[in-house]
């Protein structure tokens, strides 16, 4: 398949329906350590309501995660709000205190051009497909890739 016509199409006609059943969720409640345990094996995570349903509500991803690991470069002291969720300080106990919450989304029938020009406006590796307020499916830049090469 060629760019252009990619492009062209819409999100519904080259989602995988068997990624619904694979895609990385975890509940708002969920403690950190199900969140790190499924970051093991994904480099996202998507955060939804409750359990057993599919209203997302925001994301954790690997980089999310890499901030809260890594050796603090500020004095104890200095505690502000950006840097006020902390696996040191244990403030940082469940997905919801890491999670992103202003998600950028897109639907079934959103063009795949109009979500590429989204992920690149704002600096994103992959989108939830969301329709009636819950995720269907995701596309990503590795996905996309797989698609232009005709391994999907």
């Not at 619904?20 to 998507?46: C, F, G, M, Y």
């Not at 469940?94 to 998600?103: L, S, Y």
Request: net charge positive; with cysteine.
């Amino acid at each position: 398949m060629n760019l252009k016509e990619l492009h062209e199409k819409k999100i519904k006609d080259i989602l995988d329906k068997k990624q619904v059943w694979n895609l990385p969720l975890v509940e708002k409640d969920a403690n950190i350590q199900e969140v790190l345990s499924i970051l093991t094996t994904r480099d996202h995570v998507w955060v939804v309501e409750e359990k057993g349903k599919r209203k997302i509500c925001g994301v954790i991803t690997e980089s999310d995660i890499l901030r809260l690991i890594a050796p603090h470069r500020l004095p104890k002291y200095v505690f502000g709000k950006r840097y006020s969720v902390s696996l040191h300080h244990g403030t940082a106990r469940k997905a919801c205190d890491v999670m992103h919450k202003q998600i950028i989304t897109c639907s079934p029938e959103d063009k795949v051009g109009e979500a590429l020009l989204r992920m690149v406006n704002a600096g994103l590796r992959r989108l939830p497909v969301v329709e009636n307020d819950e995720i269907v499916g995701e596309i990503t830049t590795h996905y996309i890739i797989q698609i232009l090469l005709g391994k999907r």
